[in-house]
């Protein structure tokens, strides 16, 4: 018996395969899936903080890069370039969990349909397996996007 998130994904599927072939459309759904979450990235994660965070986490560590003095001074240095890494992470942390939903509901949506699919013929079962197609869009199209969007 499947999920409702499967028999949606399976009736969107089956319309997309009358134009597309699998192939196609397993790198579709990587690629919208990327975006989903770049998206969603974007939409939860404080920009400007992140950005003020990584603005002064680049001069601690140029800081740190140009000193010549002794080390206990650099320890200082290595303390404020550790703590603002540590600090843009925990701001990035929630909005990036968040940001892993639509992947997830995609893979869960489409794995009932594509879990024996091989979108090449030869080679090792992983790079055959339509998830590497589908992940490898989705992370060209999230960084696409990041960069295309300057998201932090």
Same mark, same amino acid.
């Given at each position: 018996? %499947? ?14 395969? *009358?134009?597309?072939? +699998?192939?196609? =459309?397993? *790198?579709?759904?990587? *690629? ?6 770049? #998206? ?10 992140? $950005?003020?965070?990584?603005? $002064? &986490?680049?001069?601690?560590? =140029? ?12 320890? /200082?240095?290595? =303390? ?15 909005? %990036?969990?968040? &940001?892993?939903?639509? /992947? ?5 949506? *489409? $794995?009932? =349909?594509?879990?024996?699919? &091989? ?5 090792? +079962?992983? /790079? ?11 992370? /060209? %199209?999230? #960084? &696409?996007?990041k960069f295309v969007l300057k998201i932090q």
């Amino acid at each position: 018996m %499947s999920s409702p998130i499967e028999q949606v994904f399976a009736w969107i599927d089956a319309g997309a395969g *009358l134009v597309a072939g +699998e192939t196609i =459309r397993v *790198l579709v759904w990587g *690629l919208a899936a990327g975006v989903l979450s770049m #998206l969603v990235y974007r939409r939860f994660s404080p920009q400007a903080r992140l $950005q003020e965070l990584g603005v $002064q &986490a680049a001069d601690a560590r =140029r800081a740190l890069n140009a000193h010549t003095g002794d080390f206990s001074e650099a320890l /200082v240095l290595m =303390r404020a370039s550790c703590t603002l890494s540590l600090q843009r992470l925990k701001v990035a942390l929630l909005p %990036s969990l968040l &940001a892993g939903l639509p /992947v997830i509901l995609l893979l869960i949506g *489409l $794995q009932p =349909r594509y879990e024996s699919f &091989a979108w090449i013929e030869s080679g090792p +079962e992983w /790079v055959r397996s339509w998830l590497t197609l589908f992940f490898g869009s989705t992370l /060209v %199209s999230a #960084l &696409a996007l990041k960069f295309v969007l300057k998201i932090q």
